[in-house]
């Protein structure tokens, strides 16, 4: 029942015994009242005066509690305490009266409550007017015939018995404080601030080190004032250590961030710094618990370190999307021009060649533009997947459609290489909702590097078939396959297979880097199939509705989820590979 407000060792043992006091007298007087003042003044008198005693100690005592101030209630304590000894020994009979010893009360309860020679003199002082005014109290107050009575002893024995377990406890107190550690000295031997909290972690005292480490007066902690200038998102953290102590323990260790005074114009959100707490329980202690709260100077520095890094990381993603702007511009408008000027040569719209060999070194040109326009052109997309700018545009279409128009461009290049390339699709494929677009680049770049890596006279078969709510393609072809030690590197950006056989093909080893980022925008997964030799099965699963509705910028582009770094080799998300013997 302290008030927060008192963090001395000392003042709150002092309030802790006046209200202890004023909680007990009541009963000490109710016992007096009915013994002294019945048989003279009748049972009414009695109870009047039983209720006066409870609400005057017990309102004194709440109020000390609320307030937190002493000074006065503990004066008119000890005035009141004068009038009602001198009304007992009065109604006991005067000075004769074994009664008249309990004045040996008030300056021990003074002195017992205040801790000082002079609070001991002014309970004397009104133990010896209570003495003086008794005379005058049976002229007063009429009290009747009051005669001595030996059971006079009981009342005076009653508040003897008291002194037994206070006088004991205070002897154990008194042999207990040599070992106790002063929280000044503490302060002197740690560079922290030194915090003694209650029990549900209000804050009791708090040393003077709070100035320079928190840049706060230490009265500002008390109450819930550390409570209130911890991280909303530390506080659990902090409530579960407290109650750990609650429950036995004796130490908990966490980091939290705790807000310091706002400096300058800066927001109030930066003003939150990291710190460490350390929280101690004695073995014998239940009721309050210290706190070791200093700066966590190594998080601080990591923190910075990573404000850093991030600043680098968006300066060199700006930089690199302005890099790729100017790329697609500088070499996609020359290339359309060398493949539309290639194409009008090829034709012979100005006239025939003069020699086959001339007809030959334009068609190797237009070849070559193609080639390097689709690598310019597969950057961007990769690019665009990475930095979440694929604008994607859903729809229902039949998934056959995309097949056949992935058959229909790829023909040729099979029958170069006198590869069969054929198609099982279910007749339950039926139709998906997704982007046609995105669905036909990733058909055509499985289909392209299974006829690349297909040795002549091979085969490519493309099948899908309907399970569930979802739609599942594949293709399979008879090439050389992939070693298990590739398998690591697949779907990565500009990464090939490297192997004699491989490298005789061009790539630039986006394909399966760009079906990978394509997969992924629409919730899908992509597992591959291979033994070395053999060939190799890549088989893709989409929803068949569609992905889940997520928010777009107002261009409608739809953010990339994020790829996992680890299990690329055997997970089963977001385009995540496996390898199977």
């Known amino acids: 029942m302290v008030h927060p407000a008192i963090v001395g060792r000392d003042g709150r043992l002092r309030q802790r015994r006046f209200i202890g006091t004023m909680l007990a007298a009541p009963f000490f007087a109710a016992g007096a009242a009915v013994t002294l003042v019945t048989s003279g003044m009748g049972a009414a008198v009695t109870v009047a005066t039983i209720f006066a005693a409870f609400g005057l100690c017990w309102f004194a005592a709440l109020l000390v509690a609320a ?55 002014w309970g004397g002082i009104s133990a010896l007017a209570a003495v003086l005014l008794q005379p005058f109290v049976g002229s007063v107050v009429p009290l009747g015939a009051v005669q001595v009575a030996a059971w006079h002893w009981l009342l005076p024995l009653a508040w003897g018995l008291t002194l037994v377990p206070r006088l004991a406890a205070l002897g154990d107190a008194a042999s207990a404080q040599p070992a106790l550690l002063p929280s000044d000295r503490l302060e002197d031997v740690i560079d922290a601030v030194v915090l003694h909290v ?6 009791l005292d708090a040393s003077a080190k709070a100035r320079t480490i928190l840049k706060l007066p230490p009265e500002l902690l008390f109450g819930a004032g550390l409570f209130d200038r911890i991280h909303l998102s530390d506080r659990v953290a902090y409530l579960s250590a407290l109650a750990d102590l609650r429950d036995g323990a004796l130490a908990r260790r966490l980091d939290l961030r705790v807000r310091l005074p706002q400096d300058g114009n800066a927001p109030m959100a930066d003003n939150f710094r990291p710190f460490q707490l350390e929280l101690v329980r004695a073995e014998d202690q239940q009721e309050t618990f210290t706190l070791l709260l200093r700066e966590n100077d190594e998080t601080a520095e990591l923190r910075d370190e990573l404000a850093a890094a ?83 545009e859903p729809e229902p279409f039949r998934f056959i459609e ?16 006198n590869i069969g390339l054929q198609a099982q699709i279910a007749p339950d494929a039926g139709e998906i909702n997704a982007d046609r677009r995105a669905v036909q680049q990733i058909l055509i770049n499985l289909v392209s590097n299974a006829i690349k890596f297909t040795p002549d006279g091979g085969d490519v078969v493309v099948g899908a078939k309907r399970i569930g709510s979802r739609l599942h393609f594949w293709v399979r072809d008879t090439g050389i396959g992939i070693a298990e030690e590739d398998f690591a ?61 997520r928010a777009t910028d107002r261009n409608g582009v739809l953010p990339m989820p994020a790829t996992r770094t680890k299990g690329d080799a055997k997970g089963d998300r977001n385009g995540s590979l496996r390898k199977t013997a």
């Not at 304590?77 to 020994?89: C, E, M, R, S, T």
């Not at 394509?518 to 030799?533: D, P, R």
Request: glycine share 12%; with cysteine.
């Open 67 to 121: 307030s937190g101030k002493m000074a006065l209630a503990a004066q008119v304590a000890l005035v009141a305490g004068g009038l009602a000894l001198a009304g007992a020994i009065a109604a006991a009979g005067g000075l004769a009266s074994p009664v008249a010893l309990l004045a040996l009360a008030l300056p021990f309860e003074a002195w017992w409550i205040g801790g000082s020679k002079r609070a001991a003199l």
């Open 198 to 203: 209650a029990r549900h972690g209000e804050v």
């Open 310 to 392: 991030n600043e680098a990381a968006a300066s060199a993603e700006v930089a690199k999307g302005r890099f790729l702007a100017v790329v697609s511009h500088e070499l996609r408008t020359p290339l359309n021009a060398i493949i539309g000027f290639s194409d009008m040569l090829l034709h012979e719209m100005f006239g025939g060649f003069k020699d086959p060999r001339q007809k030959e070194y334009v068609g190797l040109v237009r070849d070559s533009g193609q080639h390097l326009l689709a690598v310019v052109t597969s950057i961007l997309d990769v690019s665009r997947i990475e930095a979440g700018a694929y604008a994607t």
């Open 489 to 549: 590197n697949l779907g990565k950006p500009f990464m090939q297979i490297q192997n004699d056989y491989t490298r005789r093909f061009e790539g630039t080893g986006l394909g399966l880097s760009l079906v990978k980022g394509l997969v992924a925008l629409h919730e899908g997964t992509m597992s591959i199939e291979s033994m070395l030799g053999e060939g190799t099965t890549v088989t893709i699963s989409l929803p068949v509705n569609g992905p889940k509705k």
């Open 402 to 417: 995309a097949v056949e128009m992935c058959q229909s461009m790829m023909q040729l290049q099979a029958n170069a290489k």
